[in-house]
């Protein structure tokens, strides 16, 4: 299993440095030293405590739907001419942009503050890792 280093695994989380080493001196987060003395936590148990406790608002929507990839945010700004519109989203810490039509940007009352739901149906996502991180 890859070993993560205390301050990546705070990046990664959305938490500080000092959150991770409580919840290593909590028994909640397993420790172990990597080969120079860091501290450094299983991968696979921290994307267990990521998914345990990750905080997803509510889809205001309450729409059933297949696409399983659905954020929540508020719209952060709109670029719109007489026939598109470029829609951006700040969902936690993921900015999500969609290009639509400028009809469907006025019948959905979009406007910078509103809450919107990106869903995201693709059939190919590119997954890539970092350069040196195993």
């Avoid at 000092?18 to 860091?38: K, P, Q």
Wanted: with cysteine; charged share 25%; net charge negative.
């Amino acid at each position: 299993m890859p070993q993560i280093r205390v301050r990546d695994a705070a990046l990664y989380l959305g938490v500080s440095d000092d959150t991770v080493r409580r919840w290593i001196d909590a028994g909640t987060l397993e420790s172990s030293r990597d080969d120079a003395g860091r501290t450094v936590v299983d991968g696979l148990a921290l994307a267990q405590l990521a998914r345990d406790n990750a905080v997803l608002p509510p889809d205001p929507s309450e729409v059933g739907r297949s696409a399983r990839n659905r954020f929540v945010g508020l719209v952060t700004n709109i670029l719109m001419d007489t026939v598109m519109a470029q829609v951006e989203l700040q969902c936690g810490p993921h900015r999500v942009v969609s290009l639509m039509s400028s009809e469907a940007v006025r019948e959905l009352g979009l406007e910078p503050g509103s809450v919107a739901v990106a869903v995201v149906k693709a059939t190919t996502v590119i997954v890539e890792t970092p350069p040196g991180k195993d």
